[in-house]
């Protein structure tokens, strides 16, 4: 059957994915990805298994379209201990088990590309995760060459926390990965803006307090003079050294894109 044209107004809704998504689910996948996945994972999706599933529908098609698969996006819900990331989250033993939710894959049809249905799509799993108090962010990995991705993840604050070399094996063919997090429920990367805000206001502080004191006694330190530091680049704050100052140069998300 041919499939109708798209609407110039596509009234985009969102629901689970059923088992009367399977084969549509699979021809997805199999259009999109250059990875095989085996039928236990779409099983595991149609039959509302440990893995999260979110479809999106077009209610504006006709009605034997309407209820079709025209994009979707599945996740994971685990420990964060036990996720490779669990270095950048900052573990609070009064919210119990922390948590994390990984997307698995995340594809929209052809056809209704560039509608922002894939963000939408994201931002479900982020109101989803957000709504768990325990859980501390949301991540995925991206082969590196998929420009238009990270592009997207950039736009929605996901931070780029790490290149994996070698990640992807498709057709015998190695390629890097990033991997990409956002941060929830007051969780936040290692050196995030906010940390570098509060320590520049901080030593604002500690400089404004250092002039108050100076003028308060110019009369009986008349040989004081402002320290100045020839090269800029080895003039380090005060709670900083030429170590960590390297890592913060490390964590920084976009250092690696």
């Known amino acids: 059957m041919e499939e109708p044209r798209i609407s110039t107004r596509p009234s985009i809704c969102f629901r689970p994915i059923n088992p009367s998504d399977l084969e549509r689910l699979e021809q997805i996948h199999r259009d999109i990805f250059p990875i095989r996945y085996e039928s236990e994972f779409f099983q595991n999706v149609v039959n509302g298994g440990d893995i999260l599933s979110w479809a999106a529908v077009d209610r504006s098609r006709p009605d034997c379209f309407s209820d079709e698969l025209i994009g979707f996006v599945t996740a994971k819900m685990g420990l964060a201990k036990e996720t490779?990331?669990?270095?950048?989250?900052?573990?609070?033993?009064?919210?119990?088990?922390?948590?994390?939710?990984?997307?698995?894959?995340?594809?929209?049809?052809?056809?209704?590309?560039?509608?922002?249905?894939?963000?939408?799509?994201?931002?479900?799993?982020?109101?989803?995760?957000?709504?768990?108090?325990?859980?501390?962010?949301?991540?995925?990995?991206?082969?590196?060459?998929?420009?238009?991705?990270?592009?997207?993840?950039?736009?929605?604050?996901?931070?780029?926390?790490?290149?994996?070399h070698g990640f992807y094996i498709i057709n015998g063919q190695h390629f890097d990965s990033f991997l990409f997090v956002y941060f929830i429920n007051g969780s936040r990367s290692p050196c995030s803006p906010f940390d570098l805000v509060v320590l520049v206001l901080n030593y604002m502080r500690s400089g404004?307090?250092?002039?108050?004191?100076?003028?308060?006694?110019?009369?009986?330190?008349?040989?004081?003079?402002?320290?100045?530091?020839?090269?800029?680049?080895?003039?380090?704050?005060?709670?900083?050294?030429?170590?960590?100052?390297?890592?913060?140069?490390?964590?920084?998300?976009?250092?690696?894109?």
């Not at 060459?145 to 990270?150: L, M």
């Not at 404004?208 to 110019?218: D, E, G, L, N």
């Not at 960590?244 to 250092?255: I, K, P, Q, T, W």
Request: proline letters at 2%; a positive charge.
């Open 84 to 164: 490779e990331i669990s270095d950048l989250i900052r573990y609070d033993s009064c919210k119990g088990e922390e948590t994390l939710v990984y997307i698995l894959t995340l594809g929209v049809v052809e056809s209704y590309r560039k509608r922002g249905i894939a963000k939408l799509l994201i931002k479900e799993v982020i109101k989803y995760a957000s709504s768990i108090p325990v859980c501390r962010g949301v991540y995925l990995h991206v082969i590196a060459h998929n420009s238009p991705a990270i592009r997207l993840y950039k736009r929605m604050s996901f931070r780029c926390v790490r290149r994996l």
């Open 208 to 257: 404004i307090k250092s002039v108050a004191s100076k003028i308060t006694m110019k009369h009986e330190e008349k040989g004081l003079k402002w320290l100045k530091c020839k090269d800029m680049t080895r003039c380090l704050l005060p709670t900083q050294n030429k170590r960590n100052l390297a890592s913060e140069r490390v964590s920084s998300g976009y250092d690696y894109v």
